[in-house]
C-alpha cells in the first residue's frame, strides 16, 4: 500500500538520521545527520500534505480541491510550525553533550507542545504545561546538574565527561525506536471516525444545567489584558475550556484526584526519605576534591 | 466550545506525538548521563500529552484533557523522586554515569 510505503521509507531515513546525528567518536557526521533528518521531514510532510488533506490529491477520491482540516484554515501552518519545533528540539535534547543544554532544548520541546494544544483549542493544557513542565520541573533539572557535576567535569579545556560525549548503543537504540515509530505509523494514518457518544453535550445544555443561580453568586465580571470586557459564557451561551476541564475533572474523576493527592504526598515523603539518607564515606571522600573550591562549612550532613 | 478536529489531522498530531515519544525512548537507551535520562522520560510524557489532547479534541470530550493533568502530577512526582535518587547515586560514586551502576546487571 502506497502511503504506508512512503511512511516506512520515511521511518528509515529517520534512523539513518538520527544515528548519524548521536554523539560518537571517530567522525564528526552531525552535518549529514542534520540534513538527512531535516530532509526527511520535511519530504513527509510535502508527501503527507498532499496525499492526506488535498481532496483532489492522488487519495482524496475527487471532489473540490482544498483542506478538510477541522481547523480554520489559518491554523495549520501553526501545526506544522510548532511540530518541526518541537522535533528538531527533541533531536537536540537527546544529542546534545551537555546537561544543561539539553534541559534549555527540552524547554523548547515543552513551549512547541504548548503550542500544539493551542491549535488544538486547548488553552489551560498550553498554560500548565509551560508553568509546570518549563517553570517547576526544569528549575528542578538545572538545580540537580548544578549540585550532582563531577569535580573533575571543568577539567583540560572544558570537555565533557566521557559519558556525556559517547552515547552507548546508539545504532540498536535507533532501530528500536523507529521500529516502534513504524509500527505506530502504520496504523495512525487510518481513516478514523470520532466516538459520537462520547461528545459532550452541547454547551447551551451544559450552560443550562451547570451554571444556573451563579449570576446571582458570581458578580465578577471578566476583563481581558486588553482591558475589554471578555464576552460573559453565561451570557454568549459558550463554555471555555478551563470551565470544560475543570467540570469534567471534579465532575467525573473526583476519586481521581484524591490519588492524585495521596501520590503527592508519597513523593514528598520520599524524595525527604532519600534526600536525608547517608551515604557512607561519601563526604569523605569528596573532601580531598572539595578543598581547592573553597572554605567548607564544618557542619551540614549533606542532603 | 471543542474542537472538531478531522480524522487526517489527527493522524498529524499522533505523528508528532509518537515521534516525541519514539525519541524520548531512543534517548533513554542511548544515553549514559542519568539526569539526561530522566529528561527523556519526561520528553515520552510530552508525547504522550499531544496524543491525548488530540484525542480530546477528536471526540469532542475534554477527558483526554483532564488526564493530561494526571500525567503532569505523576510527571512532577516522579521528577522529584528520580532527582532525588540521581543526587544520592551520585553521592556514592562521584559519577552521573549510569554504567557505574551495572553491577545491578547480576
Known sequence: ?303 | MLLALSSPMLSHYLLTGAVLFMLGLVGFISRRNMIQMFLCTEMMFQGVVVSLVAFSAFHGNVTGQTFVIFVLTIAAAEAALALGLVVLLFRHRRTLDASAWSALNG
Open chain 1, 1 to 303: 500500500m502506497f502511503p504506508q510505503l512512503v511512511l516506512y521509507l520515511a521511518t528509515v531515513c529517520g534512523a539513518a538520521a538520527l544515528y548519524l546525528l548521536m554523539p560518537k567518536p571517530g567522525r564528526d557526521l552531525r552535518v549529514i545527520g542534520g540534513l538527512l533528518g531535516a530532509a526527511t521531514l520535511g519530504g513527509l510532510w510535502l508527501v503527507l500534505l498532499p496525499l492526506y488533506l488535498m481532496k483532489g490529491g492522488p487519495l482524496g477520491g475527487g471532489g473540490t480541491v482544498g483542506l478538510h482540516t477541522g481547523f480554520d484554515g489559518a491554523q495549520l501552518p501553526f501545526y506544522y510550525a510548532f511540530s518541526a519545533v518541537g522535533i528538531v528540539s527533541a533531536v537536540r535534547v537527546i544529542t546534545h553533550t551537555r546537561p544543561v543544554y539539553a534541559a534549555l532544548w527540552f524547554v523548547m520541546v515543552v513551549i512547541a507542545s504548548a503550542g500544539l494544544m493551542l491549535t488544538l483549542a486547548a488553552e489551560f493544557m498550553a498554560l500548565a504545561m509551560v508553568i509546570i513542565y518549563g517553570g517547576a520541573i526544569l528549575v528542578t533539572y538545572m538545580f540537580v546538574i548544578m549540585l550532582a557535576t563531577p569535580p573533575q567535569a571543568e577539567n583540560e579545556d572544558g570537555m565533557t565527561p566521557d559519558y556525556d560525549r559517547v552515547a552507548s548503543e546508539p545504532l540498536w537504540a535507533a532501530v528500536a525506536g523507529f521500529l516502534m515509530l513504524a509500527v505506530i505509523l502504520s496504523v495512525v494514518f487510518m481513516p478514523m471516525a470520532p466516538n459520537q457518544a462520547a461528545r459532550l453535550p452541547d454547551d447551551a445544555v451544559l450552560q443550562a444545567s451547570t451554571f444556573t443561580g451563579r449570576a446571582i453568586v458570581d458578580e465578577l465580571k471578566y476583563s481581558t489584558p486588553s482591558g475589554a470586557m471578555a464576552p460573559d459564557s453565561e451570557a454568549t451561551g459558550t463554555i471555555r475550556n478551563v470551565e470544560h476541564v475543570g467540570l469534567d475533572l471534579f465532575r467525573s474523576h473526583p476519586l481521581a484526584i484524591e490519588l492524585a493527592g495521596i501520590i503527592l504526598l508519597l513523593a514528598l515523603i520520599g524524595a525527604v526519605v532519600i534526600a536525608k539518607t547517608r551515604v557512607d564515606g561519601a563526604d569523605a571522600d569528596a573532601a580531598p576534591e572539595r578543598m581547592d573550591v573553597g572554605p567548607v562549612e564544618p557542619s551540614a550532613p549533606a542532603g
